[in-house]
Nanobody, 133 residues
């Protein structure tokens, strides 16, 4: 069983930046290297949507068009942690942000498919990002 804990959510003004972290833990000896990881978000009154993902060992990182050029996903396998750097934040980025993980082997060749199908098996509890002046 995996545990995912997001952090870094806060209230910021438009144009600001935040870095979200997702720490993943598991059984003794667990390493994140071979896991596919994604970030999703859910704004008030809206369905959850995929934001970004990264494959095993950093392969095929992807961000959706709505955040392209502003958000960057990265992973530090030595810390079993995934990050989402968010720059030039807009009010429409306001949402609860969730990280999610799929264990190997990945269900899809490209991690972007997870953002569409929204079928990651392991989820964190989310961290709130509010962008407002």
């Amino acid at each position: 069983q995996l545990q995912l804990v997001e952090s870094g959510g806060a209230s910021v003004q438009p144009g600001g930046s935040l870095r979200l972290s997702c720490a993943v833990s598991g059984a003794s000896g667990f390493t994140l290297d071979d896991y596919t990881i994604a970030w999703f978000r859910q704004a008030p009154g809206k369905p959850r949507e995929g934001v970004s993902c990264i494959g095993m060992n950093g392969a095929n990182p992807h961000v959706v068009d709505a955040v392209k050029g502003r958000f960057t996903i990265s992973r530090d396998n030595s810390k079993n942690t995934v990050y989402l750097q968010m720059n030039s934040l807009k009010p429409e980025d306001t949402a609860v942000y969730y990280c999610a993980v799929d264990s190997p082997p990945p269900k899809y060749y490209y991690c972007s498919a997870y953002l569409v199908h929204d079928d990651m098996p392991y989820w964190g509890e989310g961290t709130l990002v509010t962008v407002s002046s």
